[in-house]
């Protein structure tokens, strides 16, 4: 009997994921509408903590300091903190330029994301159509929730792409499982629901698809041995934990039949910034014909710039990151202990980029494409 990961809910008949014996998506509003709840996703998979973020300066030292990621996450945050930032807006002088700030606050949170921006300006170009403050907090709401249920559906969709690759992958080994390596969380907890990489595994357990994940630990935060592997565990989907240099090793054993990860930036011509150790993941895959496949809404595709090495903005994040690692102590509290010398320096850099040559295909909302200038083109204004 298949574990039941979703259920039906009654906001637009939408899914939500389970955790445990109840279903969550990783962001809510309050019942009174004056805050956001948030899983605080430091304390996974040992702890599960919901967070109110009440202010706009809650907002960005969630984004900043990592108690949501992921890029469709990220941009739903940003639009709900340009909501919150719309009723301290009320209580200021003048709204619009509160508004117009705390915008440019949120923005510089996580510069490699490009749903964080493209959240924010669609929440300000929104807004500004009202003329009357009361009815600019009102458009703020509505675009929210939009934006938020846009994000569910389009990862939904993802899902019903992307799972046809694995159904014909199945076809071809005669029913035994198959075996997909991801890096990084590019699950629901990257996204309000389903995930990218995630959703047709997602969709592939529940069709009945014999399936099993290979989750890189994915250093320095350890989003694969936290997150991935929490969702999977909870989804009921046979999943291991590898270390991130392991994957070239299953795949020149014919251990891997498909990878598939997620993206926070991709560009014009295909090229994807993801977190780092995806490059390496996709020269072991083109070296042992292993399908390399990236997941993405269209949301996260910047249109302006086509060279992804040169353009886009790597974030460097600091030194704690890499010479600390936190774990749940024999006494069943989380502690963070360090690992390296005291003294050490550290680069500690969030993306790497992966060159269009090196990737199958692009999963999105709108379909499988290749990952070149012309299939994007095609698909930009297409209707999903």
């Known amino acids: 009997m298949l574990k039941n990961c979703f259920e039906v809910v009654t906001l637009n008949n939408l899914l939500t994921m389970k955790v445990g014996d109840k279903y969550y998506r990783t962001i809510w509003l309050t019942e009174d509408e004056k805050a956001v709840n948030i899983i605080d ?42 909501y919150i930032a719309s009723l301290e807006g009320m209580q200021m002088k003048d709204f619009n330029d509160y508004l117009t700030e705390a915008g440019k606050k949120i923005k510089a949170t996580r510069p490699t994301a490009v749903n964080l921006s493209w959240a924010v300006d669609k929440m300000l170009e929104e807004i500004f159509k009202e003329k009357i403050n009361e009815n600019k907090v009102k458009k703020a709401l509505n675009t929210a929730n939009e934006i938020m249920l846009e994000d569910i559906e389009i990862s939904r969709k993802i899902g019903e792409h992307g799972v046809k690759l694995i159904e014909e992958i199945s076809r071809k ?66 999943y291991t934990i590898i270390v991130d240099n392991a994957g070239g090793h299953l795949m020149q054993n014919g251990m891997v039949d498909i990878v598939i990860v997620g993206t926070d930036r991709t560009t014009s011509t295909g090229d994807v910034a993801n977190k780092t150790g995806t490059y390496l993941k996709a020269l072991a895959a083109k070296d042992n014909n292993v399908p390399f496949y990236v997941a993405l809404p269209t949301t996260s595709i910047d249109w302006n710039i086509s060279d992804g090495i040169r353009e886009i903005i790597i974030e460097q994040r600091g030194d704690e990151e890499v010479k600390y690692i936190s774990g749940l102590a024999e006494d069943g509290t989380i502690k963070k202990v360090l690992i390296t010398p005291a003294n050490s320096n550290t680069a500690n850099y969030g993306f790497d980029i992966t060159p269009a040559r090196l990737i199958t295909g692009l999963i999105t909302e709108k379909g499988v494409i290749q990952a070149n200038k012309e299939s994007l083109e095609k698909i930009r204004n297409q209707t999903n």
């Not at 702890?47 to 996450?73: N, S």
């Not at 075996?179 to 995630?198: I, K, R, S």
């Open 41 to 82: 996703q430091r304390f996974l998979p040992h702890k599960f903590v919901i967070e109110k973020l009440r202010t706009t300066e809650d907002f960005i030292v969630a984004i900043r300091d990592m108690h949501v990621r992921g890029a469709g996450l990220i941009g739903v945050t940003a639009a709900y903190g340009m």
């Open 173 to 238: 080994k005669s029913g035994e499982v198959v075996n997909v390596l991801t890096h990084c969380n590019a699950g629901w907890l990257a996204f309000v629901d389903y995930g990218t990489a995630t959703s047709p595994i997602y969709a592939a357990f529940e069709k009945g698809i014999k399936i099993h994940v290979w989750v890189d630990e994915t250093r320095p935060r350890n989003q694969g041995a936290s997150l991935t592997a929490w969702e999977l565990e909870n989804c009921g989907i046979p």
